[in-house]
């Protein structure tokens, strides 16, 4: 018949568990499609960030900068705050450069509140908002440290 010698495949069955395994990953693809494509499911990442921006938004309260007056370590820390993420556009001392002069009279305002939502939500045409890197409390000290600066 036919004998060569030579191992031959014959009518071997495929072991249950890669059907298994094989059938389980088709049924998981199918539903992953079908959940998480936005044309299909309307579920969308973009729609659950701006949801969590908002509601963060809506707990992120600012308090005063007053709230550190006068307290000279939490001024210290302000400084350092500005030093590392303010400095580069609106120079060491706060005197403007590529960034205006935060000492002198604001475009936006020049009090505490107008300062902080300045610092964290941003302004047009150049100024980033910083809340999501430094935080409310961290923004309230560069605050507390340039309200030092313009009484100087």
Known sequence: MNDTGEPQEGHNKIPAGWL????AAIIFLIWYVVSYTPAISGWSFYDKYKKEMASAAKTETAAPASKYAGDEKAIGEGKEIFASNCAACHNADATGGIGPNLIAELKYGSTEQDLYISA???RPNGMPGFLPQL????IIKVVAYLEKLRKK
Do not use: H
């Open 120 to 122: 964290a939500k941003g």
């Open 135 to 138: 935080g409310s409390d961290r």
């Open 20 to 23: 298994i395994f094989f059938f």
